[in-house]
Every structure is written in C-alpha cells, then in structure tokens.
C-alpha cells in the first residue's frame, strides 16, 4: 500500500491493473460528510430530485436489481429511514451524490486523489459521480453490474462483497454485457448460488475496500449491523470505448449477426468503433447546435437522470 499517509485513498499503484479487481484502504471513516446527521440532510435534498433508490431487506441475490425497489418496496420516506436504519429493513442508495454541491466536493477529493495513479495506465477520467449506500442489518444488495470503474469504501458497519471478473462469461455472458451497456438492462444476467465459488470476496470493516473495474458483476451482504459505504465512479478513454463496442455488438445482434467477443477482432473493434463515435459525436453536434444539452459519457461528471 502507499506509504503516504496523507492519501485518502491507499493503492497498491505498482501492481494497479484498471482490469483487475483489487483490495484497497481508505481514510474516510470520520469524515464529516459520511455521518448519519449529515447523510440525512442529504437525503431530503436529494429526494426531492428523485435521486433516491431504495428496497425493503426482503431482496435477495436473485432479485433483479432494476426492479427490486418495486418488488420489495421500502414505503418510508429517506429521512425517516436513515434515521431508524437499524430497525427499517431497508436497503438505500442515495444517488449521483456529485449533483449536490457540497459533496461534489467530496467526489473531486477522492478522485482527485486516485487520479495520478489512474492516470498512469487509464487516461482520460471523467463522468464522476458518488454512490453512498446505508442499509439495514442482514440486507442484501442484488447481483448487478455497473459500467464505470468503480471505488467502494466502507465506511460503517462491515458487509460482505462478492465480485467477479469482467470477462468471467459463466457470471455475465457476452450478450448481457452487450445489452446492458446498449440499453442499461440487467435482464440477460442471472443470479445462480453456485457462482459465490467463482467470486472474489471481500469482507469489508471500516477503512477497507475494493476497487471493481467495469462491468464487473457483485453481489452484496450486509453484516448483522447498520452500514454505510460509498463509491466513487468513473468512466475513461478505455471504458467508453468498451461500452460503445459492447452497444455496437448489440444492434448488429438486432440486424441478425453473431459478432465476436469485444477483444477478439481488433479490425472489427476499430472499424466499429470509428464508425459509432463518429455517429455519436455529429449527434452531439447536433444537439449543440439546436441549443440542446449535450448527452455525453465524456462529461466531467456522470449525468443525472
């Protein structure tokens, strides 16, 4: 780990690999920002942009994460339920925390941080965002993925994280990465016990963590106390281009073709890749053009809606 004490975030750069699931520490645990009071009053502004998602401690594994919070609907508004978090049966995201503009500060610290680190074998950081999950005991966060890489602290509580490899097809075939990166569907991924044995896990108290790399499934359970964790995200030149690769394979399985795995036929990936951001950019040209805000996965910070 570093030997810097001043780092929020302690990574192992010399052995740092942006593809690589590895354990990491951080320093975040009394941070002013990251305590229940605080994270209350955060809630009700956050609320009332509708950038809360929450589920009852009913969701397991299995259920499917897009809809888990109408499946097993937490009734109790935000506030309430981070106040009685240890008796609500509830899990919560409060979401795209860098729209607030004091934890906006907060994200560009941490990121700010990692980012000469990342920078040395990921360039071109950008779409930051921040995650903070506070759950209930015994709660558990359904297998998904996400596509940013991907910094999760524990804060509070302890909990346990089970991740598996972005390119392990047993845990997420080819054709669910392909969907989801096209459509933000989760429907192609499907939860089975049997791939706890493929996982790695990490057992997380206080100052630890993990950093996941896109699209790595994980699956997450709470420890028999409240939690509080929270991710700092981002995409890169090598993430968007992997996303857009993935969305390309996926109209081509809608015209009726079998593309290769992403990786496999560099001219295809290149040509694909040319073609779609060409396509891409002159649609944000457009858009620029008529006055309309640009929709971009290269924008400084993840976009909320």
């Not at 790399?213 to 700092?232: K, R």
């Not at 640009?294 to 400084?300: Q, R």
């Amino acid at each position: 780990m570093s030997a810097d004490a001043d780092r929020l975030i302690e990574v192992d750069w010399g052995t740092f690999d942006p593809w690589r699931i590895q354990a990491v520490r951080h320093r975040l645990m009394d941070h002013p920002l990251l305590q229940l009071p605080s994270l209350v009053e955060l809630s009700k502004r956050l609320e009332s942009r509708g950038r809360v998602r929450t589920h009852s401690s009913d969701a397991t594994p299995g259920t499917p994460f897009n809809t888990a919070p109408k499946l097993h609907p937490n009734h109790m508004t935000a506030a309430s339920t981070l106040q009685q978090i240890e008796q609500a049966k509830a899990w919560m995201s409060l979401l795209n925390v860098q729209t607030d503009d004091t934890y906006r500060t907060l994200v560009d610290d941490v990121l700010d941080d990692v980012k000469p680190g990342v920078d040395r074998v990921d360039p071109g950081m950008c779409y930051r965002g921040g995650w903070i999950f506070i759950t209930s005991p015994n709660t558990v966060t359904p297998f998904h993925f996400d596509k940013e890489h991907n910094f999760i602290l524990q804060v509070s509580g302890r909990k346990t994280i089970y991740v598996w490899d972005h390119r392990d097809t047993v845990a997420a075939s080819e054709e669910a990465r392909d969907r989801f990166h096209a459509c933000h569907e989760r429907d192609r991924l499907h939860w089975d016990e049997s791939l706890r044995a493929r996982a790695t896990v990490f057992h997380l108290e206080p100052g630890q963590g993990a950093y996941m790399p896109s699209t790595s499934p994980h699956m997450v359970e709470n420890g028999d106390n409240a939690s509080v964790t929270i991710s700092f995200t981002y995409y890169t030149h090598a993430t968007r281009r992997d996303s857009l690769l993935h969305a390309a394979h996926e109209r081509m399985r809608g015209w009726g073709m079998h593309p290769p795995a992403v990786g496999q036929n560099a001219l295809l990936d290149f040509l694909l890749h040319a073609g779609f951001r060409t396509a891409i950019d002159s649609r944000e040209w457009l858009r620029r053009s008529l006055g309309k805000q640009p929709y971009t996965d290269g924008a400084a910070y993840a976009i909320a809606g």
